[in-house]
């Protein structure tokens, strides 16, 4: 009983390659506001989004260590590229339960669509590693999947233009194509890209719903705790940051994400 | 005599975060044609502009080492950012000469300007760096600098967005303000901006002289290398590419930068 209740109260570990993440990881809060949070930002390799598998996963593994040594009980994949290129391989090396966003995305997607045509927009890795489409077929066959990545949306997010006429025209160009294909729900396949949901919710009307997976994510987040019987029962969460480069820029910028102030942020080298 | 042949038929070495560098290689191959060249894309950390100095150090120094391993006779960092923050590093643990992009931009805006008014465009990490203003000041302290970093020219670039009305926008609302402080000279201080010459050129007038420092690099590495007496003398130089990551998106995208076909690049772990 003891030792389960330790592992009850050990903290939730989650990783990105920089700050997207902390839009699951506010919404896994505003969720559980009891749970221990661990955060990883790898800021000195971001971005995944145009980068290998192979090189992906090997910084997911050696971040997967890092929170493991760090006694987290889940470990949540916050970042699209590497839910995509690194899930199954980080589940037969770790012996604690992982989580990435692709299902918990294309769950909520496929509950939403009523036409069955659902767009996906994410970065070159996401988009080429045709991941939604693919979970979405295994779950239901019917539905039509329209895919383009973004390259733009995640500079101009960290640049914080998020609302600028710029970023309107540069919205309008990479969307026309699948606003074409009628689709009626849109998915956000980058954890950066819920900071442009309202630029992206103007340009493309309201008959398309936007489904960012970070709800969708703290939801799947709080079952699989529950069925493992691991929810923490006491306390406020605590939140440790932790980020491989530039622990002051992650602390400004990343405040934005977290939609709450970041006080501490510890630099690791893995 | 033999050994100081052997050295002068030693490969250049050259580096970059990713593609940019080869606009430097393509300026040294078309001045010194018989010169090999090895040219290193460090494609799984690229963009170093955002990242911090001790980070983009330690990349510089081991691809430095992996260098000096293929029997370069020379090192030049054909990245802004790495230049600023890695050179003197670099010449203290290497015992071959080593030469950055700073330097020789400085000199050709120094020997451009006619009012003293110096612009400096570039990434987050140049900028912040102060590098092309200090190295101005101590060559010449009457100039005036006036900086301004571009964040998404590098990801314009990299998405091949060279001439497009958003990308004209952008370049508007970044150069505005170095503009209106009528500088007569402007320095491109990021190996990817010369693919943006001719939009910059357009935006801000032809009487603002536009200094890539590739060319001005390319000349101070001959010079280097005659002072070294270190110049091949016969042949066709040869050219090896090696990346850190994606080998097939570097030689898609690398002919771009270098105005030559790439056919073949290998992939090395660090």
């Keep these: 009983m003891h030792e389960n209740n330790l592992l009850k109260n050990n903290p939730i570990g989650i990783f990105d390659s920089g700050f997207g993440g902390l839009t699951v990881m506010s919404a896994i809060s505003k969720l559980m506001p009891k749970e221990d949070i661990i955060y990883f930002g790898d800021s000195a390799h971001v971005p995944y989004g145009s980068k290998s598998k192979k090189v992906v996963t090997d910084f997911a593994v050696k971040i997967s260590k890092f929170l493991i040594k760090n006694n987290v009980k889940i470990i949540v994949i916050a970042c699209n590229t590497a839910s995509a290129f690194s899930l199954n391989t980080l589940k037969k090396i770790v012996n604690i339960p992982v989580i990435g966003v692709i299902k918990p995305g294309s769950v909520s997607a496929i509950n939403?669509?009523?036409?069955?045509?659902?767009?996906?927009?994410?970065?070159?890795?996401?988009?080429?590693?045709?991941?939604?489409?693919?979970?979405?077929?295994?779950?239901?066959?019917?539905?039509?999947?329209?895919?383009?990545?973004?390259?733009?949306?995640?500079?101009?997010?960290?640049?914080?233009?998020?609302?600028?006429?710029?970023?309107?025209?540069?919205?309008?160009?990479?969307?026309?194509?699948?606003?074409?294909?009628?689709?009626?729900?849109?998915?956000?396949?980058?954890?950066?890209?819920?900071?442009?949901?309202?630029?992206?919710?103007?340009?493309?009307?309201?008959?398309?719903?936007?489904?960012?997976?970070?709800?969708?994510?703290?939801?799947?987040?709080?079952?699989?705790?529950?069925?493992?019987?691991?929810?923490?029962?006491?306390?406020?969460?605590?939140?440790?940051?932790?980020?491989?480069?530039?622990?002051?820029?992650?602390?400004?910028?990343?405040?934005k994400f977290l939609g709450n102030r970041i006080n501490k942020v510890v630099k690791v080298e893995l």
Excluded at 131 to 141: D, F, H, R, V
């Design 112 to 255: 939403n669509t009523k036409n069955n045509k659902i767009g996906v927009i994410g970065t070159e890795g996401t988009i080429k590693s045709d991941a939604y489409p693919k979970q979405i077929k295994k779950l239901n066959k019917k539905i039509q999947c329209y895919s383009q990545s973004c390259q733009l949306f995640v500079p101009l997010v960290e640049e914080g233009w998020l609302n600028s006429e710029v970023t309107n025209k540069i919205i309008k160009i990479y969307l026309k194509d699948i606003v074409a294909k009628n689709i009626d729900t849109l998915i956000l396949g980058c954890t950066h890209y819920p900071l442009l949901k309202k630029s992206i919710q103007k340009i493309i009307g309201n008959k398309i719903k936007i489904v960012d997976s970070a709800t969708a994510v703290a939801d799947s987040v709080k079952s699989l705790l529950e069925k493992n019987n691991l929810i923490k029962q006491k306390g406020i969460g605590k939140y440790k940051f932790f980020v491989s480069d530039s622990p002051e820029k992650f602390k400004n910028l990343g405040s």
